[in-house]
């Protein structure tokens, strides 16, 4: 048995795979190795039951991770997975790598990353080209959970919401400056905090104060992220993660402004994902 994870920084998507026919899912936190040591993803891990009946079971591990960027990141995951899953080897891989595997239909494109942060690629199904880095959440990570986030948290606290949703907002949240600056500049996982105002968002996003704002995130993402590639109006171009999905409105009017043609939108990145493992790196090994 194979599990195939993928992650972001606020959940991972895990599949189990026995054969191509049995397949279960399960799910847990992000493990972001910039976030989270060793000892967390082993604590974690050891307060799932379902993960750990059948750990021992596992012959080998694929994490593709946000923050798995270096032999030095991906150690920190390598070694917390390896206290679980003795039995197993273990490869920890870019989540960039695993948007490329899971948008790759036969033909080179761009595969881009919306989630809590984001970030693109150009795969042709042998070499991923990444044209321009992924920054973080302070200094990129535009169009993202985090990047929208941070706007309406900055929009509340200077009463620039329209009044209704501001009202909604302290309903919904019981927030005030100090909750908000003690959670951001001195907790820990503040992208994660600060990308968790998302559903607030979606919930008003017919509102223009927030289908503007996210139209233009999208529209900026592209700029920095997709616009990068010398090819890209002739390339196609996938998307992966929930953001992309809820506001493809925004997304797709922000492509036609940039004369960027749209592929493929997926929510569910890790489907895409088992399915390229199972065609191209376990099949032999999976019946």
Known sequence: ??????????????????????????????????????????????????????????????????????????????????????????????????????????????????????????????????????????????????????QLLSAFLYHHLPQDIEADFIATYQLDKDLIVDRVYREPNANVFIASFMPFIAKHKENTFFSEMVYKGFKHFMQVHVCCYDNYKETEVHFVGSLSKIFEKELQRAADDLSIQITSIIQKPVIGLVNYHLQYILKSEIV
């Open 1 to 150: 048995m194979y599990f195939i994870i993928e992650s972001g920084s606020t959940k991972s998507d895990w599949v189990l795979v026995d054969n191509k026919s049995n397949q279960s899912f399960f799910s847990t936190m992000g493990f972001n190795p910039y976030f989270h040591s060793a000892d967390i993803i082993e604590a974690e891990l050891k307060n799932n039951a379902e993960i750990m009946q059948v750990a021992p079971e596992i012959k080998g591990i694929y994490f593709y991770g946000a923050g798995c960027s270096s032999p030095e990141l991906n150690a920190i995951v390598e070694e917390g997975l390896g206290r679980i899953f003795v039995n197993a080897s273990i490869l920890v891989e870019h989540d960039l790598l695993a948007c490329a595997y899971a948008t790759y239909n036969g033909q080179p494109g761009i595969s881009c990353i919306i989630g809590t942060g984001s970030n693109s690629c150009y795969f042709d199904g042998q070499n991923l080209l990444e044209e321009v880095p992924a920054l973080g959440y302070v200094l990129g990570d535009e169009g993202s959970g985090s990047y929208f986030g941070k």
